[in-house]
């Protein structure tokens, strides 16, 4: 039982390249989060999917798109790499609903210059 | 939509000593208010919760407080160990079932 896999661990990407951070749980949690973690700032929601087929919008959205593709996988796309994207990304995954206990990945440090 | 402070951005504490971490939420339909801890170069990993049914939570030597009134709740740590050391994140549901984070606490034990 892996919990929740993403992938890759690192990365350093040039201003306007794009990448797809994946991320997996074994858990058959219904809901899925990407948070951002800036120093100072906590974790900023970017994008949550509350069920398979479904996804929304969090804090901090622009400048990612998100794809549920099945209950197991959520990933996050930066179609054109800025350097304010330069962060820590955790995956999450809950249950959902009443039960909101968030179960991250490892972390996706990602650099861009 | 919900609203989050968490204080003090930075606690130190003698080793032994105990530690209080304070947030306050703006939401008064909030309901669920776990607390997260977060070790160097690691994930955030869940230690409490409390829902909005009960007032304060016990787990060993880690305890929550929670005032609806108020509109505050409290991460008590007693007998602070070394292994304490690390940034500690309240949250708090909102109406979408979603947490809003505060914006962590480092606390740091001294020897």
């Known amino acids: 039982n892996a919990g929740v896999t993403q992938t890759p661990k690192f990365q350093v990407l040039k201003t306007g390249q794009s990448m797809t951070l994946q991320c997996a749980q074994d858990?058959?949690?219904?809901?899925m989060y990407w948070y951002r973690q800036d120093p100072g700032m906590g974790l900023r929601l970017i994008y949550y999917?509350?069920?398979?087929?479904?996804?929304d919008k969090g804090e901090v959205p622009n400048g990612y798109n998100v794809s549920r593709l099945n209950k197991r996988e959520f990933s996050l796309r930066l179609e054109s790499a800025a350097p304010s994207q330069t962060s820590v990304y955790f995956c999450?995954?809950?249950?959902?609903?009443?039960?909101?206990?968030?179960?991250f990945g490892q972390g996706t440090r990602l650099t861009v210059v | 939509g919900e609203n989050v402070e968490q204080h003090p951005s930075t606690l130190s504490v003698q080793e032994g000593d105990s530690a209080v971490i304070k947030c306050t939420y703006s939401?008064?339909?909030?309901?669920?208010f776990p607390w997260y801890k977060q070790e160097l170069g690691k994930r955030p990993q869940l230690i409490i919760d409390?829902?909005?049914n009960v007032g304060e939570k016990k787990d060993q030597r880690i305890a929550v407080t929670l005032n609806k009134t108020a509109k505050h709740f409290s991460l008590h740590i007693t007998e602070t160990q070394p292994e304490d050391s690390a940034v500690y994140f309240c949250?708090?549901?909102?109406?979408?079932?979603?947490?809003?984070w505060g914006a962590g606490t480092k606390l740091i034990i001294k020897p």
């Open positions: 999450a995954s809950s249950r959902g609903g009443l039960n909101t206990e968030a179960f």
């Open positions: 858990m058959n949690h219904n809901s």
């Open positions: 999917s509350a069920s398979e087929g479904t996804t």
């Open positions: 939401d008064s339909a909030s309901n669920y």
């Open positions: 409390i829902r909005s």
């Open positions: 949250a708090a549901s909102d109406s979408n079932y979603q947490l809003i």
